[in-house]
């Protein structure tokens, strides 16, 4: 009986051996399963033009043309962008010349209302002084005016 003992205790543990290999499988399929549909959801859908979806099917050099082309049509939007780039570059340069222009003809105005001032009230120093700090060549035709004006009456 020890023998038939033993056979019944060798089939027990090979029973269970089996089915926990089993158990452990289905355990790893049913993971592998969630894993893979919870991956799928965390990913970014990626859109799928026509003309990459037969090169999903096809060979591999018709998938390097798929993809040549649209590394042209990045190329061209890259190249667009860069044009936008340097031509608002342009304009703001432009917008900071102009700037700096007028802040500068501001300054100018200010001096020479600052000396007819002063010279209005009778200070003719600091008419003098005001006037002798603007740069007559960098004046328009109407400060010209006014610069001259104010050297006569200091004179």
Avoid: C, W
């Avoid at 006037?131 to 006569?152: E, H, P, R």
């Amino acid at each position: 009986m020890d023998m038939a003992n033993k056979n019944g205790n060798d089939n027990k543990s090979l029973f269970l051996y089996t089915s926990l290999i089993f158990i452990v499988a289905i355990l790893l399929i049913i993971i592998a399963f969630f894993g893979q549909t919870n991956m799928q959801k965390s990913q970014p859908e990626v859109e799928i033009e026509e003309t990459s979806q037969p090169a999903a099917n096809s060979g591999i050099s018709e998938r390097a043309s798929v993809l040549s082309e649209e590394n042209r049509v990045l190329l061209e939007e890259k190249a667009e962008l860069e044009t936008e780039i340097t031509e608002k570059d342009e304009t703001i340069q432009g917008l900071k010349d102009e700037n700096l222009s007028l802040n500068e003809k501001i300054k100018t105005n200010d001096l020479l209302l600052q000396a007819n001032g002063y010279l209005s009230v009778g200070n003719k120093e600091k008419a003098e002084e005001a006037l002798n700090s603007v740069n007559y060549d960098s004046l328009s035709s109407d400060q010209k005016i006014i610069y001259d004006n104010v050297k006569d009456k200091l004179e």
